[in-house]
């Protein structure tokens, strides 16, 4: 059974802060890695994704990619609340036509 | 600017009655998805189709079944809508070759009494 783990929180950060979010996966052949954010009510929104060991960056997010540990984490700079949001992780265990495996997402809330 | 559309937001129907949830996208996307969303239980695969006239049953097939005749277009159908099938219904697509980003329509919240 593939799997992705996160941390449900909530997350609290302060305004300004830098947000912290982590996923562990299963599947060590997994290809490609993404985050959506879900506010309430909505449906989940692609903010980043990574397929090499390392970092990319967009803005004021980070994505960091370690696939010897199998995790993948999201940093957030001078986090806003309209950050406040759940992040999920999406991670694809091969290629091509293999559905997305999501974690349960991690509710974060930033504090004015 | 990529998009998937979903043919109603809000749903309300009857225990028994026959449900179709559509979505289109015009992206050219060959895979499109079918999940559902409840609290604590996070996003769950019903059904997904690699390409035109092809469905494969996802985590959570039963009480639903689809229908992809075109392209852009995939149905979810709920045969006889149950009290228990209440729930966010989200459809997703995905190019099947290069970047393998997935994109979420806005969804339909769909309540039977």
């Known amino acids: 059974q593939k799997e992705v783990e996160q941390n449900s929180g909530p997350l609290s950060v302060p305004e300004g802060a830098i947000a912290s979010l982590n996923c562990t996966y299963s599947?060590?052949?997994?290809?490609?890695f993404f985050w959506y954010r879900q506010y309430s009510g909505k449906s989940p929104e692609l903010i980043m994704f990574i397929y090499s060991n390392g970092d990319k960056e967009d803005g004021r997010f980070t994505a960091q990619l370690n696939k010897a540990s199998q995790y993948v984490s999201l940093l957030i700079r001078d986090s806003q609340p309209s950050d406040s949001a759940t992040y999920l992780c999406a991670v694809n265990p091969g290629s091509g036509n293999t559905p997305l495996v999501f974690g349960k997402g991690t509710r974060l809330s930033v504090i004015a | 600017d990529v998009k998937v559309t979903q043919s109603s937001r809000y749903l309300v129907k009857r225990t028994g009655e026959k449900v179709f949830l559509e979505c289109v996208q015009d992206m050219d996307h060959e895979n499109m998805f079918w999940y559902r969303q409840d609290p604590g239980l996070g996003l769950r695969l019903i059904y997904f189709s690699y390409d035109v006239k092809m469905k494969e049953k996802g985590d959570i097939p039963e009480g639903y079944s689809v229908s992809r005749e075109k392209k852009e277009r995939f149905s979810l159908i709920l045969e006889s809508a149950s009290t228990n099938q209440t729930s966010m219904y989200l459809c997703?697509?995905?190019?099947?070759?290069?970047?393998?980003?997935?994109?979420f329509g806005p969804g339909t919240r769909l309540t039977v009494t």
């Open positions: 599947d060590r052949g997994s290809q490609s």
């Open positions: 997703a697509s995905r190019l099947r070759k290069g970047s393998n980003e997935q994109y």
